[in-house]
């Protein structure tokens, strides 16, 4: 497994900016389908964007269509890092935000797929 830790969280007036960071530990990151998720009080845990390994350090992106125009994953291999940038934020994007690790490469957005996570970080948007 992966070990990974979140940071970045915190409380952000809604339509502010926000960018969550997700480190691995291990040394075959670049290989790795990284994924954020999230889960709001009282609600199932919910995909949010994933950035997908094809190839040769050649990746893919999706974003969940609630976020789409609006956050953006992303990944620096020499750091071992995964991002979540967040813009135009809404009270609705409150939640524990997690990221998560497979080397799998199909259902990027299903939560079963991924065998390492994080502890999560909480982002709260008041309106």
């Known amino acids: 497994q992966v070990q990974l830790v979140e940071s970045g969280g915190g409380l952000v007036q809604a339509g502010g900016s926000l960018r969550l960071s997700c480190a691995a530990s291990?040394?075959?990151?670049?290989?790795?389908?990284m994924a954020w998720f999230r889960q709001a009080p009282g609600k199932e845990r919910e995909f949010v964007a994933a950035?997908?390994?094809?190839?040769?350090?050649?990746?893919?992106?999706n974003h969940a269509d609630s976020v789409k125009g609006r956050f953006t994953i992303s990944r620096d291999n020499g750091k071992n890092t995964v991002y979540l940038q967040k813009m135009s934020l809404k009270p609705e994007d409150t939640a524990v935000y997690y990221c998560?690790?497979?080397?799998?490469?199909?259902?990027?957005?299903?939560?079963?797929?991924?065998?390492?996570w994080g502890q999560g970080t909480q982002v709260t948007v008041s309106s």
């Open positions: 950035i997908i390994w094809r190839s040769s350090n050649t990746y893919n992106t």
């Open positions: 291990g040394r075959t990151f670049s290989r790795l389908t």
């Open positions: 998560a690790a497979t080397y799998r490469s199909d259902e990027a957005s299903s939560p079963t797929v991924y065998d390492s």
